[in-house]
């Protein structure tokens, strides 16, 4: 069965169902699932992303199996 085909024939099953809760639970599941999210940022949410990218590009970063060997040197110290 193609992709088109499932869709058509799942948008048609769905069609017929009424019962509120399961329906939901579809949505939930769909909702998971997909690719066309969008986030909403705010101004301030953006201008952090947009200083981490320009922190990244210097260099002002650190990898995390450094941090997890630095974490783990700290544990073993306590």
Same mark, same amino acid.
């Given at each position: 069965?193609?992709?088109?085909?499932?869709?058509?024939? @799942?948008?048609?099953?769905?069609?017929?169902?009424?019962?509120? %809760?399961? $329906?939901?639970?579809?949505?939930?599941? +769909? *909702?998971?699932?997909?690719?066309?999210?969008?986030?909403?940022?705010?101004?301030?949410?953006? @201008?952090?992303?947009?200083?981490?990218?320009?922190?990244?590009? %210097?260099? $002002?970063?650190?990898?995390?199996?450094? +941090? *997890?060997?630095?974490?783990?040197?700290?544990?073993?110290?306590?």
């Amino acid at each position: 069965m193609t992709t088109t085909a499932l869709k058509k024939l @799942l948008i048609n099953r769905i069609a017929e169902i009424n019962d509120v %809760s399961f $329906l939901n639970a579809i949505k939930t599941i +769909l *909702d998971t699932k997909t690719q066309t999210q969008v986030l909403a940022l705010t101004s301030e949410q953006r @201008l952090e992303i947009m200083e981490s990218q320009k922190e990244i590009e %210097s260099g $002002l970063f650190v990898e995390q199996a450094e +941090l *997890d060997k630095e974490f783990n040197k700290w544990l073993s110290e306590k």
